[in-house]
Nanobody, 115 residues
Framework: QVQLVESGGGLVQPGGSLRLSCAAS????????MGWYRQAPGKQRELVAT???????NYADSVKGRFTISRDNDKNTVYLQMNSLKPEDTAIYYC?????????WGQGTQVTVSS
């Protein structure tokens, strides 16, 4: 069993920054991929960024150059630094862990970008 707990969401003005965190606990294996996905109202959930346990990263084109994903393997925690936020970044952000071909999801954290 794996549990994921996200934190760090909130309300921010356009151009501002937020840092999301996701702590994983339970049966964590050394080789896995963690990532962030988001879902805006009326839209499908979409990839934001992923990072492997070997620190290989992947980003959606819409966030490249603005968002940075990182992780601390000792703490089983993944982070998402979001800069230059835009209103279109408003969504619920979900953390995901993939290991042994199984996906585990967090409960989500709301990010709202508005003036």
């Amino acid at each position: 069993q794996v549990q994921l707990v996200e934190s760090g969401g909130g309300l921010v003005q356009p151009g501002g920054s937020l840092r999301l965190s996701c702590a994983a606990s339970g049966s964590i294996r050394g080789i896995n991929t963690m990532g962030w996905y988001r879902q805006a109202p009326g839209k499908q959930r979409e990839l934001v960024a992923t990072i492997t346990s070997g620190f290989t990263t992947n980003y959606a084109d819409s966030v490249k150059g603005r968002f940075t994903i990182s992780r601390d393997n000792d703490k089983n925690t993944v982070y998402l630094q979001m800069n230059s936020l835009k209103p279109e970044d408003t969504a619920i952000y979900y953390c995901k862990l993939n290991q042994w071909s199984r996906n585990y999801w967090g409960q989500g954290t709301q990010v709202t970008v508005s003036s």
